[in-house]
Structures are given as C-alpha cells and as structure tokens.
C-alpha cells in the first residue's frame, strides 16, 4: 500500500509516473524501486529549491523527505547544511536543531553525528566537536580519517591546553 504522501507525490507527476504508481501495489519490487526513484526526485527538488534560495520550498520538501525515510542521513545533512547557508541570526540553531532530530530517529547514525561534529569544530566548540568526531569514528570506520585532520589536531590541543590551565 502506498503511503498518503508518497500517492499525494504521484498525483501530481505525469501520467507515466501515475501508471508507474499503479504498479506499485502490485509488486513489492517494484514498489520499492518507485520509492527509491521518488525519494531521489524529491531530494533533487530540495536541493533545487536551496540552490535558488527558496527555502521555505526546500524546507517542506526536506520534511516530506526526512518523514517518509527518517534514515535517510543524506537528507538530514544537506537540510542541516542548507539551514547553516541561509545565515540569518537563527540559521545556526535550526542546523542544529535539524541534526539533533536526525540523531533522536538514527541514534546509531555515524554521518550524522560526524555532521554536527564538523558543525561545531567550525563554530570552535572544540570539546563537544571532538567527542562528537569521536563517537562518529567508533560508529562507522569511514568516519575516522577526518580525526587526523589538522583542524582536529588543533582542536585538540586548544581542549588539553585548557584542561591543563583549568587544573593548575
């Protein structure tokens, strides 16, 4: 059975998407290639609409998206980056805020969580942005490489250098 969003998303394509959507409730295969194809369409249309700045139409789009496949961490990031893009006084907590949400759905969720980690390393909020790189790196190994970049080194330093000053 096709969910409502996803039947609301083939009303208004061209009949040869609506015939495809048809199909769908006949073969579970081919559902889920529809799906796929849907989701792909519906993130190219997100990122369409930041492009151009129309970013109350990405918004929706990236809502649509994150709600219909909430494990989609390639959605998350990229509504997270383009709310940091926007650069208005609350652009910052709304970045956030999408990758906090991201990481309550996908708690195990390596890109997010190394998303927010680079987030705040970029901010200079050094100690939350190293334990974050951290715990990305210990989730998924294809995290670790970005904990021997320099600005993580530096970060480093700048959290141990205060510790050390802190306990002196």
Request: with cysteine; hydrophobic share 40%; glycine share 4%.
């Amino acid at each position: 059975m096709l969910s409502s969003s996803t039947r609301g998303f083939l009303n208004h394509k061209s009949p040869s998407l609506r015939a495809r959507g048809a199909k769908l409730e006949i073969s579970g295969k081919t559902l889920l290639n529809a799906q796929n194809e849907l989701h792909s369409g519906l993130y190219q249309l997100a990122l369409q609409h930041a492009r151009v700045n129309d970013y109350d139409a990405a918004r929706t789009n990236f809502r649509h998206l994150t709600a219909s496949y909430p494990a989609a961490c390639k959605c998350w990031v990229s509504w997270a980056q383009m709310e940091k893009r926007v650069g208005d006084t609350n652009s910052l907590n709304r970045c956030r805020e999408v990758l906090q949400r991201g990481l309550e759905l996908n708690k195990q969720s390596a890109c997010i969580m190394q998303a927010w980690g680079l987030l705040e390393l970029q901010q200079g909020n050094f100690l939350p942005a190293l334990k974050m790189l951290e715990r990305a790196a210990m989730m998924h190994p294809n995290c670790s490489p970005v904990l021997k970049w320099e600005q993580v080194a530096t970060a480093r330093k700048t959290v141990s250098s205060k510790k050390s000053r802190a306990s002196a």
